[in-house]
């Protein structure tokens, strides 16, 4: 396929292809949108298939980000915003 053939040029020719060069035109073509949507095809081998392309071309995974999660304790979420800073003295409105 087109991709594992961009993969080879990458390979032979790091400095003119530090990447490989067809993502960028499958993503400009919605191609990666389109391969996210097959995540969710009733196909079983579809899915394996698109997830296998995305997590092989695009370094995409399907696990959730849970850096990005507020922590949980017994009672719910946790969230710990930042409190504003106020100079000292106040504000000064003119």
């Known amino acids: 396929n087109i ?10 020719n790091p400095v003119a292809y530090p990447s490989n060069p067809y ?11 389109k ?3 097959l995540q969710s095809h ?5 899915y394996k298939k698109a997830v ?3 997590e092989t071309y695009f370094g995409l995974d399907d696990e959730d980000d849970t850096s990005v ?3 949980q304790d017994g009672a719910g979420f946790v969230f710990q915003p930042q409190a504003p ?4 003295g106040g504000f000064q409105f003119q």
């Open 35 to 37: 391969l996210e949507g």
């Open 52 to 54: 296998n392309i995305l």
């Open 3 to 12: 991709l594992k053939a961009g993969e080879v040029e990458s390979t032979n």
């Open 23 to 33: 993502t960028q035109f499958v993503d400009e073509a919605e191609g990666l949108d």
């Open 69 to 71: 999660a507020p922590q």
């Open 42 to 46: 009733h196909n079983e081998d579809v």
């Open 85 to 88: 800073t106020v100079p000292q």
